[in-house]
T-cell receptor, first 113, second 112 residues
Framework: KQEVTQIPAALSVPEGENLVLNCSFT??????LQWFRQDPGKGLTSLLL?????REQTSGRLNASLDKSSGRSTLYIAASQPGDSATYLC????????????FGGGTRLMVKP | DTGVSQDPRHKITKRGQNVTFRCDPI?????LYWYRQTLGQGPEFLTY????????KSRLLSDRFSAERPKGSFSTLEIQRTEQGDSAMYLC??????????FGPGTRLTVL
C-alpha cells in the first residue's frame, strides 16, 4: 500500500527566504506526482505535475523535483511571500484505480512579513 | 468560469439523516473523482468514474456511501444514515484521462 509522508508538518519563515518542502513515498511504481496548495477551508489548487519519466518541473518561483528510485520529491519556493502562506500537499498516482491520488498529510507554511 | 463546481458548499445535518452532494466537472473531462478530507489530514480517495462507469468503489468507506454519474456528466455522492464520524470536507476532482486532477471547492459536512 502506498504511503506518502511530508516533512516538516509545519514551517514558519520570514518573507524573502527560499525554502524546501519534502515529500517521500514508499512505492516507487508511480505514474505521476502532483503538488497542490490548499488555503484554509478551501479546495486544492494544482501547482505542478511531474510525470514519472521527468526529473523536475518549474512554474514561476516554484520548482519541483522527483527522484522516483529513492521515493522522494521536493518543492522549492524561491523568495517566499506572505501570500504563499497555505498548506502544501504532495500526492502520487499509481497505474491502478484510474490514477487515484494518494496524499501526504501536508506542510502548513506561514510566511511572516 | 469552467472549473469544477460543488453544491452545497456547506451542509449541517442531524445524525441518521441522508445527505447528497453534487459535483459538476470541467466539461471536457471524462474522469471524475471523489475524495474525503478530515481536519489536518490529506484527502483520502473514495471512488472514481470514467464517463458514466464507476470503475473503483472499493474505497468507499461503508455501504452507507454511494455515488452515481448518470450520463457521464455531473456526479452525486450520497451518505445514508449519517454518523458524526462522517463530518469532513468532501472534494470532487476531474481530469482528462490520466492528466492533472482539478479540484472543486469542496462540500463541508457537519453531522450533529
Amino acid at each position: 500500500k502506498q504511503e506518502v509522508t511530508q516533512i516538516p508538518a509545519a514551517l514558519s519563515v520570514p518573507e524573502g527566504e527560499n525554502l524546501v518542502l519534502n515529500c517521500s513515498f514508499t512505492d516507487s511504481a508511480i505514474y505521476n506526482l502532483q503538488w497542490f496548495r490548499q488555503d484554509p477551508g478551501k479546495g486544492l489548487t494544482s501547482l505542478l505535475l511531474i510525470q514519472s519519466s521527468q526529473r523536475e518541473q518549474t512554474s514561476g518561483r516554484l520548482n519541483a523535483s522527483l527522484d522516483k528510485s529513492s521515493g522522494r520529491s521536493t518543492l522549492y519556493i524561491a523568495a517566499s511571500q506572505p501570500g504563499d502562506s497555505a498548506t502544501y500537499l504532495c500526492a502520487v498516482s499509481g497505474s491502478n484505480a484510474g490514477n487515484m491520488l494518494t496524499f501526504g498529510g501536508g506542510t502548513r507554511l506561514m510566511v511572516k512579513p | 468560469d469552467t472549473g469544477v463546481s460543488q453544491d452545497p458548499r456547506h451542509k449541517i445535518t442531524k445524525r441518521g439523516q441522508n445527505v447528497t452532494f453534487r459535483c459538476d466537472p470541467i466539461s471536457e473531462h471524462n474522469r471524475l473523482y471523489w475524495y474525503r478530507q478530515t481536519l489536518g489530514q490529506g484527502p483520502e480517495f473514495l471512488t472514481y468514474f470514467q464517463n458514466e462507469a464507476q470503475l473503483e468503489k472499493s474505497r468507499l468507506l461503508s455501504d452507507r456511501f454511494s455515488a452515481e454519474r448518470p450520463k457521464g456528466s455531473f456526479s452525486t455522492l450520497e451518505i445514508q444514515r449519517t454518523e458524526q464520524g462522517d463530518s469532513a470536507m468532501y472534494l470532487c476532482a476531474s481530469s482528462e484521462q490520466v492528466d492533472t486532477q482539478y479540484f472543486g471547492p469542496g462540500t463541508r459536512l457537519t453531522v450533529l
